[in-house]
């Protein structure tokens, strides 16, 4: 198994070169059983990366409003 240790932005890459690998050999020769897991590893490992950066994102993100004053984007409630 190909563990890949990258600063956040560099991992983002090489997870998408090898998602777009994998992607590519299942369209032509497809995958083996050990293939499809990591394929399934790594985009949940995509997603999961992707999620909090674009919270941190949004945490950072003001808007002025009406008076003039900068307000953060709220955080959503979670359900029960």
């Known amino acids: 198994?190909?563990?890949i240790h990258y600063n956040?932005?560099?991992k983002?890459?090489?997870?998408?070169?090898r998602i777009n690998e994998l992607s590519r050999?299942?369209?032509?020769?497809?995958l083996?059983?050990?293939?499809?897991?990591?394929?399934?590893?790594?985009r949940d490992e995509f997603r999961a990366?992707?999620?909090?950066n674009f919270g941190l994102q949004l945490e950072n993100t003001k808007f002025v409003d009406e008076n003039g004053n900068e307000v953060?984007?709220?955080?959503?409630?979670?359900?029960?």
């Open 1 to 3: 198994e190909n563990e």
């Open 8 to 10: 956040r932005g560099l």
């Open 12 to 17: 983002m890459s090489a997870l998408t070169d």
């Open 25 to 30: 050999k299942s369209k032509t020769v497809g």
């Open 32 to 42: 083996t059983d050990e293939e499809k897991a990591e394929q399934a590893r790594l």
């Open 49 to 52: 990366i992707f999620r909090r």
């Open 72 to 80: 953060h984007v709220p955080k959503k409630q979670k359900k029960d």
